[in-house]
């Protein structure tokens, strides 16, 4: 699934939280988020995102994060699985 370039941060945490909730989207495998504004509290569900540990990557790269957020996905167990800038 790719949604990159849109302004889903602006839709605020709730879309994310909806994006990551058990029993969503349970066959997705890509989650392209590119160029989107990713709030903290959106990171922090991303972050706990049981899919990840089934495999699912999320593409953030060129992305906005509010403070905060990069924290939150750096803390991931599943960190590895995000897909960032090389800075």
């Keep these: 699934l790719d949604v990159s ?18 029993g969503r989207l349970p066959r997705l495998r890509h989650l392209g988020l590119r160029h989107t504004k990713v709030p903290a509290a959106g990171a922090a569900a991303l972050a706990r995102w049981h899919l990840l540990g089934a495999g699912l990557t999320v593409d953030l790269r060129g992305c906005e994060f ?7 996905l750096a803390a991931s167990p599943h960190a590895a699985r995000f897909l960032l800038d090389d800075d």
């Design 5 to 22: 370039d849109n302004e889903l941060g602006a839709l605020g945490p709730r879309l994310f939280e909806e994006l990551a909730a058990p």
């Design 66 to 72: 509010a403070p905060g957020a990069a924290e939150a």
